[in-house]
C-alpha cells in the first residue's frame, strides 16, 4: 500500500468481527489492535488498567446510562492529572482515543470497537466497518465459546449488543447499527469470514487506490 490505512471494525457479538479482522490484519500482514489498547492507555496516562475496564462496565451496565439520560460525545480533550475527573469514565475514553488517534497516524492497523470510527471519522485513510449476523447465526458461534442453556445464551448475547450499543451512544451521540456510521456493512453468515475479509481488502483497494 502506498498509503497507510487504518480498519475499524465494530461487530455484533457472534457475527465473528473479532475474527475476521485478526484474519484481516494478518493477511495485510498490520497490527491488530482490540482490547490491548486499554493497557496501551493505562501506560500513556498512568491510571491503572482495571479503572479503564470497571468503567467500560459501568457505562455498559449502569441503569442511568443505559437509559442514556446523559450523552457525552468525545470531543479530544483531556482532563489534567490535578482534577477531580481525571479518572472519570469520560476522560479514560479520552485517552483511550489518544491512543487510537496516534496509532491511525504511525502505521497501517486494525482496531476492534472502541468507538474508533467515530474518533477517527475525520481522518482521510480511515476504512470503517461494521459486521452483522442474524441471531441464529449469532448464537451458533456464541455456543461454540459458551456453555450455556439457549434462553442464557440469548440474554448473554443480547445484554452484550445492548451494553456496546449503549457504550456507542454514550461516546459518539449516535446509533451503534446505524449503517450511516459506517463504510462497509457486512452480514457474515452470507459471505463467510475469509470472503468478508476479501470485500474489506476489495473495498478498500478501490477507495484507495491501493
Known sequence: MDKHVVITIARQYGSGGKTIGEMLAAKL??????????YLASEESGINADLF???????????LFR???????YNGELITPDSDDFTSADNLFNYQAKIIKELASE?????????ADYVLR????????FVHAPKDFCMKKAAEKHSMSEADLEKYIAKTDKGRADYYKYH???EWTDARNYDLCLDSSKLGFERCVDEIIAYMNVRFNS
Open 172 to 174: 459518539t451521540g449516535r
Open 107 to 115: 502505521s497501517s492497523c486494525v482496531i476492534i470497537g472502541r468507538c
Open 67 to 73: 437509559a442514556i439520560s446523559r450523552v457525552k460525545p
Open 29 to 38: 500482514g498490520i497490527e491488530y489492535y482490540d482490547k490491548d489498547l486499554i
Open 122 to 129: 475525520d481522518c482521510d485513510n480511515v476504512l470503517s466497518v
Open 53 to 63: 475496564m470497571k468503567a467500560d462496565e459501568k457505562i455498559k451496565n449502569n441503569a
